[in-house]
């Protein structure tokens, strides 16, 4: 071991605790206590000190970001019902949870789960489709334009570099800001404004997924004044890749090609970075500007490398860098690196910082030395660069070598086994739920409530976003995220589905994607709210025409500190949730991520944010020509709602904008859904649905609204037909008088989708639902009227569809 | 019968080379997508095409402006070949990116004068939008204009637009007499009934409502819209087309393939 | 080292400026009264005043909606002597009274469009070693502070000082 001017020797053998601690803080590694001295002590075996590189990198591979290791570690939870406290151990949280699903429900059609850098579902007998959902939240806080693209930048090459490669087919975005009409006053010191966020986040994914001539397709946002200091980005890409291309191994001998961009100091700690809270004094390194078109370019070239045959495996350098791809890749090998190698951007990077630094567009080949001047040569033809920097050895260690001296040289195992466990604590409290007081409402009060619904933040039109998009690029959208009767008119779809034509020759499948989120639910309840996602997600799917025996789901938590003992409570209870739900629809998990420490504090004050499980589903339909959108079809054709509706008001759009505080948080009820979703696969398979839409946030009269504008139709629906549950007990009652029909219009509850019906197809149809809940509620009409009727309560609303699209669409119209 | 073969021009940033690919492929054409180096290295290749397609895409990112780097390497590199090839007669298309390139080329309006003298610009939102829209192909242009890729379409046909510079504003009125008088505008944004449309139906604010061109001879068509997009009704939002299957997007590279 | 600029023509429209004029009004800031946009260009290397007017008008420029000014750019600060302009009449609004902010990337910071422009120079014949830099310019009619300026305006909408710098030239600075 040898140190120049570039590399320094860190002394920690000597150093007490409270050294270490200092040590670890000084140079932003964000290691434990603990974690530094195992480090001390691997090194007193060495017995040297380890240089600034080896640190480094030791930072970078045990990082929240790249080891979750909040997830994985031991949690000791407990749990406090009326009094009563249970407690359990989780040794590793994620695999008794979610992977324990997977595990369990052994779908011979995943390909791939929890363990490449996407997850891999069967499409055809040749070929797997690959989803991948990442967040980049902080960065998109101190930068929202560069923050976000990156961050799809950074989810296009987990696609690029799962199995052999895989070819983007599609993006998608949820995002969750604060109030974008925020005062400015408001907005404490150093957060930029939500709506300037918002802009530049839009802009950042907008110039980024268009310039790679991606369709972003799918998406949902959400505000809440929590998201105002620490916005969320999730960013996804689907993908396809042929079966046969979906393992890699590296062998020894092997060479380490790095393609793509050049390095340069940026995002220097991003993957320790992400695991601290922002403060005002945030690492500015840490903020990275894309270029999208050297990423076109790779993909261009990377798959023509890939179909013939030339490289062994291939990954992303996404957190950590050159660091964490070469030590991912090496793990079971060794390799040796030579870091004076790597194209730079500018001179004077310190070996440390070209080894941990997160520029963008790069990504690593472990090719055989016979094909290297091939592969190269492939790359070189359209102008990517792509240079040699090391070999993959058989000595189990990671050398790092720098103008001939070695500056680093560990064992892999240690690197990659030896970060201690952590064990946390975690609490949770069940509160109890108590149904609202009735919501009484005359004709008038309901109307303009539907308005306001319609106008809300989180209902309204996202038209302002999707259109930026270019959501159609690649020509295969089919069912897209604005779907309009004609051109002129549009409602917001359920989901995407992308119809591979151009790389499928002659096939006739296709790929839905759609999502689930609601922080609204979790500020009541952690379980609800991800159980609720998961049957969003699946839910929406199933309304274009989805079959839930082919869906996979990703799991993306977004969560506070889970130092705090409540905060990390709640995410015990949302993943026990995933589990019990992935089991009970049968749909198993096969990717996800997390991102902890999501708060910010402001004159010693902490904020954190709610916490958001997103669910994004992916699946295959087997006939693109049995899909449904949401607009209505055809005047005189009937109007059906599907499922129960119960006083399920907790956390509604409804309840904010009526400033009700209590209310029953919709349940999930997955016997009754999944039955329903399959049945609603064969009517759809059967031709025997003209449109289907998902009930969720506001609800029947939202559902129904938008189905109409969309279409420039009017509506008959006679609110005294539809059926309920008129509380949490599981007797149920045609005779709906428990619950008020301001009640039955907007509660939310799971499990509910409108659809519209061909008379001439009612028989059919009713034999297929037989032993569901159904109830037929009202017609289409052709004079633009929409209508919401109850005789028993003497209650009639009516507005122009017209006037509902506009009063939808208006919100955010920048 | 020989099949035709088209060869569709690819560059960093290219992206919309597949559809057009499959596009020219459902009328029965062989395609090449070949990347600019290539050609550059053996320009005579191009030779070997009976049509040239310039896809769409953000080719060099639309650093500077959209197509502009692009046209800028066509014209020093390629110019003569290009040109040679345009004044052939052989059936040249430019779609999106592809139109704003063969705009700065100066393929068109005139492959003859061969200059850049009118251009695609911001649109008036300020912003990249991607939406329907419905374009009117008027009865006496279909029928007195030269151009070979606008026959047998509908006088009012609806395709996607997804751009951030499709503005056309030609350089001055009398190009514009020009272009009228000699039926080179074949197409125009409208509404549904053929009148004129405004913002959003009108996406971008070009002179006249000009969505595309072709030259004099007819061969060369430039447009904002995407027709390679239209192919199939299942791509059309309300699954709208012909013979239950088609997208009339079909039609336009049917007209080139037949051409030839 | 010289700096293009490259201005909209008067007879067009300026979307980019109206939109920022708005987004000013939309920040509460309520005195500026028209906002015009310009892109920047800072090339540096080994050419000539001919060669740089070569890749204003063949490259940089939109003939039809656009002209250039080109200024004679010494290391850090730009003057105002204007050496080549593509037209004239388009000079004059360069008296008028405006205060102007400059955007410009920090060092280091990835700017895209100047590698692309580097390509492109080449692509044009001029085969020597250049490095590009590129700005935004906006100038804001109006009697506006320079506190205003440079802490809402350009800070607030135009430019991330985490990434970005400002130089900023106020009107009213100058008459007092």
């Known amino acids: 071991m040898k140190c120049t001017s570039k590399c320094k020797t860190i002394r920690i053998l000597s150093l007490c605790d409270e050294q270490l601690i200092r040590l670890s803080r000084k140079n932003v590694l964000s290691l434990s206590l603990e974690e530094m001295k195992v480090i001390q002590s691997y090194f007193k075996k060495l017995k040297r000190d380890p240089t600034d590189i080896e640190i480094e990198t030791i930072a970078q591979t045990w990082s929240e970001h790249c080891k979750h290791k909040t997830l994985t570690g031991i949690i000791e939870y407990t749990e406090e019902e009326s009094g009563k406290k249970t407690k359990k151990t989780y040794n590793n949280l994620l695999k008794e949870t979610v992977f324990k699903a997977s595990v369990e429900l052994n779908k011979p059609w995943c390909l791939s789960v929890f363990k490449d850098n996407a997850g891999i579902i069967e499409f055809d007998s040749e070929n797997g489709v690959a989803f991948k959902v990442e967040t980049h939240n902080h960065p998109s806080a101190l930068e929202p334009y560069g923050g976000s693209a990156t961050g799809i930048g950074g989810v296009i090459r987990d696609i690029l570099g799962v199995g052999l490669g895989a070819k983007p087919l599609a993006n998608t975005d949820v995002f969750c800001f604060g109030d974008p009409d925020m005062e400015v006053s408001k907005v404490p010191e150093g957060v930029h404004h939500p709506k300037r966020i918002m802009r530049g986040v839009v802009s950042g994914v907008r110039d980024y997924g268009n310039r790679m001539g991606i369709p972003t397709v799918n998406g949902a946002i959400c505000f809440d004044d929590g998201y105002m200091s620490n916005p969320l980005v999730y960013c996804g890409t689907m993908g396809i890749i042929p079966k046969n291309k979906i393992d890699k191994k590296v062998e020894s001998g092997d060479l380490v090609l790095v393609v793509g961009g050049k390095t340069g100091r940026d995002g220097i700690h991003g993957a320790t970075f992400s695991s601290i809270q922002l403060d005002k004094e945030s690492d500015v390194s840490a903020v990275q500007i894309g270029n999208p078109i050297i990423e076109k370019k790779v993909l261009d070239t990377m798959l023509k490398a890939r179909d013939l045959n030339l490289y062994r495996a291939v990954t992303d350098c996404g957190a950590g860098g050159l660091s964490s791809a070469i030590g991912e890749l090496g793990e079971k090998t060794g390799a040796v690196v030579y870091l004076d190698k790597v194209p730079l951007k500018y001179d004077g990077l310190c070996p440390w910082e070209i080894w941990i630094s997160e520029a963008q567009e790069r990504m690593v080949f472990a090719v055989p030395p016979k094909n290297i001047d091939k592969v190269i040569e492939i790359f070189e033809e359209e102008d990517v660069e792509a240079v040699c920097i090391g070999e993959f050895t058989d000595d189990k260690k990671l050398t790092l070598v720098y103008d001939n001296d070695v500056i680093a040289s560990m064992d892999m195992e240690f690197l990659h086994n030896g970060v201690p466990k952590p064990t946390r604590r975690a609490f949770y409290k069940v509160k109890k739920e108590k149904v609202q007081k009735p919501v009484k409402m005359n004709s008038f009060e309901i109307s303009n409530s539907l308005i306001s619904l319609l106008a809300d933040l989180n209902v309204c039109s996202k038209e302002w976003i999707v259109r930026q998009y270019d959501h159609e690029v690649q020509g295969q959208t089919v069912i897209k995220p604005l779907q309009g009767c004609n051109i002129e008119v549009s409602g917001p779809g359920d989901a995407a589905v992308i119809f591979p034509y151009t790389v499928i020759k002659d096939t006739k499948k296709c790929i839905v994607l759609s999502n689930g989120l609601n922080p609204q639910y979790g500020k009541k309840n952690p379980y609800k709210m991800a159980a609720s996602a998961i049957e969003e997600s699946l839910r929406n799917a199933v309304a274009v025409g989805a079959d839930i025996r082919k869906m996979a789901i990703l799991d993306n938590f977004c969560w506070g500190s889970p130092n705090d003992l409540e905060v990390l409570g709640s995410l015990v209870r949302a993943t026990k949730a995933c589990y019990d739900m992935s089991k009970a629809f049968e749909v198993p998990f096969i990717s996800g991520k997390d991102s902890l420490h999501n708060e910010y504090s402001i004159n010693e004050k902490k904020y954190s944010i709610p916490p958001v499980l997103l669910i994004s589903a992916i699946g295959v339909i087997e006939n693109v020509e049995n899909t449904v959108t949401m607009p209505f079809k055809k005047g005189g054709n009937k109007v059906f709602v599907l499922g129960v509706t119960r006083n399920e008001l907790g956390g509604s759009v409804f309840s904010k904008v009526k400033n009700i505080e209590d209310g029953v948080v919709p349940g999930v009820y997955p016997r009754e859904s999944k039955d329903m979703m399959e049945k609603i696969y064969s009517a759809i398979s059967e031709n025997l649905i003209e449109a289907c839409h998902d009930c969720s946030e506001g609800g029947i009269a939202v559902a129904v609204s938008e189905m109409a504008f969309s279409a420039n139709k009017g509506v008959k629906i006679d609110i005294d037909a539809i059926k309920i549950y008129s509380c949490l007990e599981e007797e149920f009652r045609s005779d709906n008088s428990e619950m008020t029909p301001a009640e039955i219009l907007f509660s939310e509850s799971n499990g509910r989708f409108i659809i519209e019906i061909k008379p001439d197809n009612e028989e059919k149809f009713k034999k297929i639902l037989d032993g569901s809940v159904f109830s037929e509620i009202g017609y289409i009409r052709d004079d633009k009227k929409v209508i919401f009727e109850s005789r028993k309560n003497n209650i009639r609303v009516q507005q122009s569809s017209e006037f509902l699209l506009n009063s939808w669409r208006n919100t955010i119209n920048w | 019968m020989k099949k035709v073969k088209v060869l569709v021009l690819r560059t960093a940033g290219t992206n919309c080379d597949y559809e057009t690919q499959s596009a020219f492929e459902l009328c029965g054409a062989t395609v090449e997508r070949v990347h600019i180096n290539t050609l550059i290295e053996k320009k005579d290749k191009i030779f070997e095409y009976d049509i040239l397609a310039f896809p769409g895409g953000f080719s060099y990112g639309d650093d500077i402006a959209s197509g502009k780097i692009l046209s800028n390497e066509i014209k020093n590199k390629l110019g003569d070949e290009v040109k040679k090839y345009a004044l052939s007669g052989r059936p040249i298309i430019g779609i999106c990116n592809g139109f704003q390139v063969l705009v700065k080329v100066g393929l068109l309006p005139s492959p003859e004068l061969f200059k850049q003298i009118s251009t695609l610009s911001y649109n008036d939102s300020d912003k990249f939008e991607c939406r329907w829209v419905y374009l009117k192909v008027e009865k006496k242009i279909k029928n007195e204009s030269n151009c070979i890729w606008t026959r047998n379409l509908p006088d009012i046909v609806s395709l996607p637009v997804a751009h951030g510079e499709g503005k056309f504003i030609p350089g001055n009125e009398k190009f514009l007499d020009e272009l009228n008088k000699n039926n080179q505008i074949v197409l125009r944004y409208s509404l549904r009934d053929g009148s004129e449309p405004e913002y959003p139906l009108a996406p971008n604010g070009s002179v006249e409502q000009i969505a595309g061109i072709c030259n004099g001879k007819g061969n060369i068509f430039g447009l904002m819209p995407h027709p390679e997009r239209y192919v199939f009704t299942l791509q059309h939002p309300a699954k709208e087309g012909f013979d239950s299957k088609y997208g009339w997007g079909k039609v336009i590279f049917k007209n080139a393939v037949d051409f030839v | ?176």
Request: aromatic residues 8%.
């Open chain 3, 1 to 176: 080292m010289f700096e293009i600029e490259i201005l909209t023509k008067k007879d067009f429209k300026d979307s980019r400026g109206e939109r920022v004029l708005s987004d000013i009004c939309g920040l509460g800031v309520t005195n500026v009264t028209k906002a015009e946009y310009s892109q920047l260009y800072v090339v540096d290397g080994d050419i000539n005043l001919s060669e740089t007017e070569m890749i204003a008008s063949e490259l940089l420029v939109d003939k039809v909606t656009e002209s250039y000014i080109i200024r004679k750019c010494c290391a850090e600060y730009c003057s105002e002597v204007i050496l080549k302009s593509s037209d004239a009449k388009e000079n004059d609004r360069l008296n008028s009274n405006f205060s102007v902010i400059e955007v410009w990337y920090k060092k280091g910071v990835t700017d895209t469009v100047s590698e692309s422009v580097v390509k492109a120079v080449e692509d044009l014949g001029i085969v020597k070693e250049i490095k590009v830099k590129t700005g935004y310019k906006y100038y804001l009619y109006g009697k506006i502070s320079r506190t205003i300026l440079l802490n809402t305006i350009a800070t607030k909408l135009l430019a991330n000082t985490l990434i970005q710098e400002c130089k900023v030239h106020c009107l009213a600075d100058k008459k007092a």
